[in-house]
């Protein structure tokens, strides 16, 4: 909110194709949603990104002309010099707008009436845009009233791209939400943190204890700080586990005393909890490592891909061999602390079947410890990974399968005449509307 009470929102990025004089090839322009300027907007302060020094250049090599041509602009390519088409050829015909507005109406209709005034204010037509991309956010990535959807209503070749590492990031959200035990699972790392941080004297015995990486708080929206919050843990359980014991002694205060013990005899004095730990840290390691990649400047939409389904395939191996794994690991760490290396035996609750339950399926209350908590924790966090990243990059498939035999040369070569003929003839049906499409399968 800002002082006038109007919500300012990103409207993202919008991937616009000017149409071309006389038949001339088209381009792209980025409209782009990150580090804009606290500006009013018009045409006169809209921020032309690198391509403005590009556009300086280009006017500097013909100093004696009376009119200098933007060499961004299609309708002036067929008159460009060598040198200005070496400078289109290397940065591309895009230009990166930084554009900000203030936004009254934030539901998907609102946002999307904004998009459309600017649109016009920048004399840019609907129909040539190509791409958009926003926040994972309902009002903005909605299927049914969404801004997407309503710019996809209007122009079907407008393909829409939600923001991958966004993608991630409710991914691990999903998982968070499988069970009880993954819910708490975050809640107490906060509370081992919290712990330390209310006083210097507590933090203190803490850096006394700890000789590697110093706990941090949990974030609620920032995932990939949680991978640094679990990792202090996870990599230094005994020596958390002491400082807490010695807390528990000097504190004067009686809660604090209290809580401080329970966290160290009852979580990570506990053999099932430093199993979870040891579980979430792999999980949660594997996927920011990912997510780095994904936010790299210079990544392509098939690195992506290939990105993503690795990390599915991990999932998948993860799911028939990662538990055990887990348990070897735990029971080292288990036998560093002197703690037990065996999960509670709880005590069996007789449940009443009903009349269409299977018989033959175990009840899981007579299961053993191990096998109840890789059942009901570890099984469930796995499998909504991989349905999570399935559902959510199930779009940059069927991108794939579009434009995938031009994502390489080697992709391009590989195919055989009727193959390639195929592809070309289901690109040019995707990038068709009203009888008229951007290419011709034929040429």
């Not at 997510?291 to 389904?309: F, G, H, N």
Request: glycine letters at 6%; charged letters at 30%; aromatic letters at 8%.
């Amino acid at each position: 909110m800002d002082a006038r009470g109007t919500t300012r929102r990103e409207l993202g990025c919008c991937c616009l194709s000017d149409g071309p004089a006389d038949g001339g090839p088209a381009i792209d322009s980025t409209a782009a949603d990150n580090e804009v300027d606290d500006v009013p907007i018009d045409n006169a302060n809209v921020g032309m990104g690198n391509n403005s020094d590009n556009l300086n250049t280009s006017a500097s090599m013909n100093d004696g002309d009376s009119f200098q041509p933007d060499i961004f602009d299609p309708r002036y390519w067929d008159s460009l010099g060598s040198k200005q088409i070496d400078i289109l050829a290397q940065k591309g015909p895009k230009r990166d707008l930084s554009i900000q507005k203030d936004v009254n109406d934030t539901t998907g209709q609102g946002l999307f009436d904004v998009l459309q005034d600017q649109l016009k204010d920048l004399d840019l037509d609907i129909d040539d845009v190509r791409g958009q991309g926003y926040d994972n956010g309902s009002n903005m990535e909605g299927c049914k009233n969404g801004v997407q959807k309503k710019l996809l209503d209007l122009n079907p070749r407008a393909f829409y791209s939600a923001c991958s590492c966004h993608s991630l990031n409710l991914t691990l959200c999903d998982m968070a939400k499988t069970c009880g035990k993954a819910k708490d699972f975050f809640g107490i790392i906060q509370r081992i943190y919290t712990i330390f941080a209310n006083s210097t004297k507590k933090w203190q015995i803490l850096k006394d204890n700890i000789t590697r990486l110093t706990p941090k708080s949990v974030s609620a929206t920032r995932w990939e700080s949680r991978v640094e919050s679990v990792k202090a843990i996870r990599l230094q359980c005994a020596d958390i586990r002491e400082a807490l014991l010695q807390v528990s002694d000097i504190d004067s205060d009686p809660k604090t005393s209290s809580e401080a013990k329970g966290l160290a005899n009852n979580e990570l004095g506990e053999y099932e909890f430093i199993v979870a730990i040891v579980i979430r840290y792999e999980v949660l390691y594997a996927v920011n490592l990912v997510s780095k990649q994904l936010q790299s400047k210079d990544m392509l939409i098939d690195v992506a891909i290939e990105k993503v389904q690795g990390l599915i395939v991990f999932f998948q191996n993860y799911r028939e061999t990662g538990f055990l794994e887990a348990l070897e690991t735990a029971k080292g760490i288990a036998l560093e602390m002197d703690i037990g290396t065996s999960f509670r035996k709880r005590r069996k609750i007789k449940r009443k079947r009903h009349f269409d339950e299977n018989p033959d399926v175990p009840d899981i209350a007579t299961l053993s410890p191990e096998e109840s908590f890789r059942i009901s924790y570890f099984i469930p966090i796995v499998d909504q990974a991989i349905s999570s990243l399935t559902r959510r990059f199930e779009q940059y498939q069927g991108y794939q399968k579009m434009f995938g035999f031009l994502f390489t040369s080697e992709t391009l070569q590989s195919l055989d005449n009727e193959s390639l003929k195929s592809s070309c003839d289901n690109l040019e049906a995707a990038l068709e509307k009203d009888g008229k499409s951007d290419i011709d399968a034929n040429e």
